[in-house]
């Protein structure tokens, strides 16, 4: 649906993960003239309005896990009313592993404007200095917390190619990098990176046996891991022998069928085709 021109409009904005030095000008502006102000911690909030030196002209409320399927209807009539409603979480962008997703649907479904102030990424500020591949990557947030969830969605992900970003609470750190470990292998390479623009920032990076034991001394702070993708497996030209056979037992050319697979897997055409006619050979 297509935003109405006399509805409001809906700013999402980034906020600093740290240093309130990294706030965007665009951020104070939109704080000191929003007509509302939805904020994941009002106290959060404050501070940062303190850091800023703004003062809100608009009406500020709270806007979080626990009150965001109720507040979100009310957001939508001051919308609709032609409001300006700026939302901001703890730190980074809302809706990504933060309250806001659900406003943004409703909005778009009733043809609200929908903007953001860009600003500061945990997941990308990581990711550009874990020193793992940057050119593929995909956000996974939270990992469940009960274990038997946790090993479920790492097992999921143990043959996913590009590099993982996760968020972690410190106090699991210890257990989700041991499981990491046993899922991805202790030799798979990742990054811890810890109190990102802050004071203590750190980035510990290693394989993930080195990256566990580390951490179970014991973790500070606000963390992102960032994990490299399951290496690539070289296709193995017996096992393409049977998938061979039943195609060409089904009527298609042996040529063919080799040509498209070697195009497909990078193997040699003609060791594919030499291949399978000993297959046939033996068989017969």
Known sequence: ???????????????????PRDAAPRL???????????????????RLLTDLAVTPAGTVLSYHEHNEASRTAELIERLQAGD??????????????DPGYRLVVAAVEHGVRVTCVPGPSAVLMALAVSGLPVDRFCFEGFLPRKAGERA???????DEPRTMVFFEAPHRLAETL?????T????????????????????????????????????????????AGAAPIAPDLQSQLGGIRERVAAGERLKDVCAEIAQRTGLSKKALYDAALVRNDAVG
């Open 178 to 182: 041991t499981a990491m470990r046993d």
């Open 84 to 97: 300006r409603v700026v939302v901001v979480t703890d730190a980074g962008m809302p809706s990504v592993s």
């Open 184 to 227: 991805f292998g202790a030799d798979r390479a990742a990054a811890v990176c810890r109190e990102l623009t802050k004071t203590y920032e750190e980035v510990r990076r290693g394989p993930l046996g080195e990256l566990a034991g580390w951490a179970a001394e014991g973790v500070k702070g606000e963390v992102t891991v960032v994990v």
């Open 28 to 46: 104070a502006d939109e704080l000191s003239t929003a007509d509302v102000i939805a904020a994941e911690d009002t106290r959060r909030l404050r």
């Open 1 to 19: 649906m297509s935003a109405s021109p006399s509805a409001g409009v809906l700013v999402l904005a980034a906020t600093p993960i740290g240093d």
């Open 152 to 158: 479920r969605t790492l097992a999921g992900l143990a």
